[in-house]
């Protein structure tokens, strides 16, 4: 038998910020996209169906509601890792 010591397991670390800046990224576009296609729909007189501006009214709430909580679990985390260095 040797003595060696038993090897460490190390794993690096990984960015948490990561998801969170995918998570900016994918809301801000389809927030943006969402109100497009809302204000394309509601400009053509014609074909104006309010299903669809409804389903766009929504995804844009949604998304701008998932903006806003990704920059503050952002804001979390950044005090969150100046803390725990």
Do not use: N
């Not at 003595?3 to 794993?11: G, R």
């Not at 809302?38 to 104006?48: A, C, D, K, P, V």
């Not at 995804?59 to 725990?84: G, R």
């Amino acid at each position: 038998m040797s003595d060696d010591p038993p090897p460490v397991l190390s794993y690096e670390r990984k960015s948490t910020f990561k998801p969170i800046l995918i998570t900016l990224l994918c809301s801000f576009l389809l927030a943006g996209g969402s109100c497009f296609a809302f204000f394309q729909r509601g400009t053509h007189i014609r074909q104006l169906q309010p299903a669809w501006s409804k389903f766009f009214a929504v995804v844009f709430v949604v998304a701008a509601l998932t903006f806003v909580i990704a920059c503050l679990w952002l804001l979390v985390q950044a005090i969150w890792a100046q803390f725990h260095k």
